[in-house]
């Protein structure tokens, strides 16, 4: 028990950095994705494509190799970061594209009468889009996106393996040193984890299941 | 909303133009910023008093041309390949498994697959490997493929079973009617519509899958990242490390966006066959997302139906 004990230091620093991780690669990820967002529904062509193309690359990357990119191949051309930096860097490249769809799902679910109507009684595009989409849109995209926040929670246990200790790499040190109590190690790593995944699950679930009902 | 022509009107001459060079002008800069990314790594860099040459120089591609080279990397796709197709068979029994046990009529089969799913959804797949890699010993490509059965095979089983829910209830009904038992009733008709309905989820979780096998590299499975980063990077030596980048990038795209065409293509095909089936536009794109929408619309099904 006083071993078990004593490895809490140490799960608690890395449960700090994972919900560090989380936080911020959280908040660039949605400015990222929004950008992204808006310019694939923007009436300028050539910035749909780029956000288009932009989509399809990072949604078809594994993590591994996009935090391969910023680990190995980032220094190796000349930029001197740490590797917390790069592995948020990492995590909000590879978290972008999977906000921007979550956002334009939400703006594709609005009714078309929606837009028709505030179209019919005089509203332009951007009152339109501010006024009468969006804030319709943003309802509908919460469970989404934090459906976009629990896989982002998982995926930061992969910087664990691209010297950044969190949780994951945290666990990995102490099983290596404790090898007479793997188990407890693992299933408390586990138990971490779900802290943060199940309540963002049930309030996503809760959240999908009122917007449903209302329509 | 499916047309994007109602947030605005038919533009005219004017705002045609205005578009057309804004188009353009961002058009240019993109490429701009394109090229002088290109320009920047093509430019030779000094370190320590050396002049590297630039990553485009031919000294840092020159062993694509050697056989071996392409047969230690052929040897990591078919790694990767083979990790991601016995997983997948595996995910796909999983979840047929699943989705049954998590829809069945017995509570106590019922509520413990709850929390079994609940538990291994919530688990990243990356602490499933080290944990099949160290309490059971399995090696690291049993550790991958099993970590990703369960995983994925959880996350299929929930999209399975949402089809199942959301079928209309007449199916049922009609099944039991002409004499079905329950499970018959699920297994040769309720069963093979919802499979049929969530056809294009399940493939986009296996694109899912098999980026997820890149993990492998954590845990010490020899697959493509590995092969070529650690395997050929060290046998070539660092200044091919962009190459072996470029190449590993390039073969994981290759792959990825053939199986994503073939789900978008695969849900085009079966949102236009089903009639029942509602039209999404632009076809499921995160799984995850498909899922949830499906239990929650199934469940709101549920309340609508009750008395």
């Known amino acids: 028990m006083d071993q078990y004990l004593s490895l809490w230091p140490t799960y608690w620093e890395g449960f700090l950095m994972t919900l560090l991780l989380l936080a911020v690669s959280g908040v660039l990820a949605l400015v990222l994705g929004t950008l992204i967002a808006a310019m694939r529904i923007s009436p300028v062509a050539s910035l749909r494509v780029f956000g288009a193309v932009w989509v399809e690359i990072a949604r078809n990357t594994p993590l591994t190799l996009v935090f391969f990119f910023c680990a190995f191949v980032l220094p190796f051309l000349g930029l001197r970061w740490a590797f917390i930096p790069l592995a948020i860097l990492a995590l909000t490249y590879y978290t972008s594209p999977f906000v921007a769809e979550a956002l334009r799902s939400g703006i594709n ?12 009684i005089g509203l332009g595009f951007g ?9 319709q849109a943003f309802r509908m995209t919460i469970p989404p996106l934090i459906n976009v926040f629990i896989a982002l929670t998982k995926n930061t ?4 393996g691209f010297f950044v200790i969190e949780l994951f ?26 802290v ?3 309540p963002l699950g049930l309030l996503a679930g809760q959240l999908e299941r009122r917007v449903v009902v209302q329509r | 909303m499916t047309s994007q022509s109602v947030l605005f009107d038919a533009p005219g001459p004017r705002a045609r133009r205005l578009s057309l060079i804004l188009s353009i002008v961002t058009g240019v800069l993109i490429l701009g910023g394109i090229v002088w990314l290109i ?12 002049i590297l040459p630039g990553m485009f120089d031919a000294s840092r591609w020159e062993a694509l041309a050697l056989a071996r080279f392409w047969e230690i990397v052929g040897a990591g796709v078919l790694a990767t390949l083979s990790a991601a197709a ?18 069945s009529t017995i509570a106590w089969v019922r509520a413990p697959t709850a929390w079994l799913i609940e538990f291994l959804r919530g688990m990243p797949v990356l602490l499933m490997m080290l944990f099949i890699l160290l309490i059971a010993s399995t090696g690291a490509f049993w550790a991958v493929v099993i970590a990703l059965i369960l995983y994925n095979g959880t996350l299929i089983g929930e999209a399975l079973r949402a089809g199942l829910v959301a079928l209309p209830k007449g199916q049922r009904e009609a099944a039991l009617s002409i004499g079905m038992r329950e499970f018959q009733s699920k297994r040769l008709v309720e069963f093979p519509q919802a499979f049929r309905q969530m056809l294009p989820i399940i493939v986009a979780q296996l694109v899912v899958l098999l980026k997820d096998t890149s993990l492998g590299y954590i845990v010490g499975y020899h697959e493509l990242i590995r092969t070529t980063m650690n395997q050929l990077s060290s046998a070539l030596g660092n200044r091919y490390l962009f190459t072996l980048f470029m190449v590993a990038l390039v073969i994981y795209l290759a792959i990825n966006l053939t199986l994503s065409w073939f789900a978008r293509w695969l849900s085009r095909r079966t949102a236009s066959g089903g009639g029942r089936s509602k039209k999404r536009a632009g076809g499921p794109v995160d799984p995850d997302q498909a899922i949830l929408a499906a239990q929650a619309s199934a469940a709101a099904n549920q309340s609508a139906h009750r008395p």
Do not use: H, K
Request: charged share 10%; hydrophobic share 55%; no cysteine.
């Open chain 1, 109 to 120: 679910g609005v009714p078309v009468g929606q837009a028709e109507a505030a179209r019919s």
């Open chain 1, 127 to 135: 009152q339109t889009v501010s006024l009468v989409v969006l804030p």
């Open chain 1, 169 to 194: 790499a945290a666990t990995r040190a102490l099983t290596n040193d404790n090898g007479n109590m793997v188990i407890p190690i693992l299933v408390t790593t586990a138990a971490l984890y779900l």
């Open chain 1, 196 to 198: 943060i995944t199940v």
């Open chain 2, 39 to 50: 320009v920047t790594l093509a430019a030779p860099r000094e370190s320590g008093g050396v």
């Open chain 2, 86 to 103: 016995v997983a997948a068979v595996g995910a796909l029994v999983l979840g047929v498994l699943f989705s049954l046990m998590r829809s």
């Open chain 1, 157 to 160: 246990s992969v910087a664990g």
